[in-house]
T-cell receptor, first 116, second 112 residues
Framework: AQKITQTQPGMFVQEKEAVTLDCTYD???????LFWYKQPSSGEMIFLIY????DQQNATEGRYSLNFQKARKSANLVISASQLGDSAMYFC?????????????WGAGTKLIIKP | DVKVTQSSRYLVKRTGEKVFLECVQD?????MFWYRQDPGLGLRLIYF???????EKGDIPEGYSVSREKKERFSLILESASTNQTSMYLC???????????FGPGTRLTVL
């Protein structure tokens, strides 16, 4: 069965420092996708970044990058130069690309607080 | 921009009441999802739909039902609300050509 593990329930980081949020996954499927979402206190889930299992390069989107280590089954999110507005819950999720139902498997989330 | 709207941001109901949570998306997406979110548990899938009048159970369907009479609208129904259904409910829609799920703002439901 597929599973996502986020081992950091909460993190405090000083503003302008880089942040790494951990995510490990478990799947026997060869073709899968990994996602990161941000959820501010307002509640809406905001898509940040996507990594396909066959992508040769790590995904990047502005200040967000995904440190994808396939052999270790990890997909850590890196936020460079953190800002106060980055304070939020962050969720890692995974999907089996061959699953015609397009379901996502979600981690429990990490609460990130950026200190001024 | 894709927009997913949910009928209420906050809802308070009494035990035993029938509750309707409405979700509407404006991008003609085939797939729609209902999740509940509880602290420390992440998002858990209740039901999803891949077409009009089609529905599939997710991981925690007990106590819930859904309706999708039109492509843009996916409703979650609590036939007889119970206190353990107090939670945040999130609706999402997805275009099959892309990987991203687009979420509504969520409904925080309290059952007294």
């Amino acid at each position: 069965a597929q599973k996502i593990t986020q081992t950091q329930p909460g993190m405090f980081v000083q503003e302008k420092e880089a942040v790494t949020l951990d995510c490990t996954y478990d799947t026997s499927d060869p073709s899968y996708g990994l996602f990161w979402y941000k959820q501010p206190s307002s509640g809406e889930m905001i898509f940040l970044i996507y990594q396909g299992s066959y992508d040769q390069q790590n995904a990047t989107e502005g200040r967000y990058s995904l440190n994808f280590q396939k052999a270790r089954k990890s997909a850590n999110l890196v936020i460079s130069a953190s800002q106060l507005g980055d304070s939020a819950m962050y969720f890692c999720a995974m999907r089996d690309i061959m699953d015609s139902n397009y379901q996502l498997i979600w981690g429990a989330g990490t609460k990130l607080i950026i200190k001024p | 921009d894709v927009k997913v709207t949910q009928s209420s941001r906050y809802l308070v109901k009494r035990t035993g009441e029938k509750v309707f949570l409405e979700c509407v998306q404006d991008m003609d997406h085939e797939n729609m999802f209902w999740y509940r979110q509880d602290p420390g548990l992440g998002l858990r899938l209740i039901y999803f739909s891949y077409d009009v009048k089609m529905k599939e159970k997710g991981d925690i369907p007990e106590g819930y039902s859904v309706s999708r009479e039109k492509k843009e609208r996916f409703s979650l129904i609590l036939e007889s609300a119970s206190t353990n259904q107090t939670s945040m409910y999130l609706c999402a829609s997805m275009d099959r050509e892309y990987n991203e799920q687009f979420f509504g703002p969520g409904t925080r439901l309290t059952v007294l």
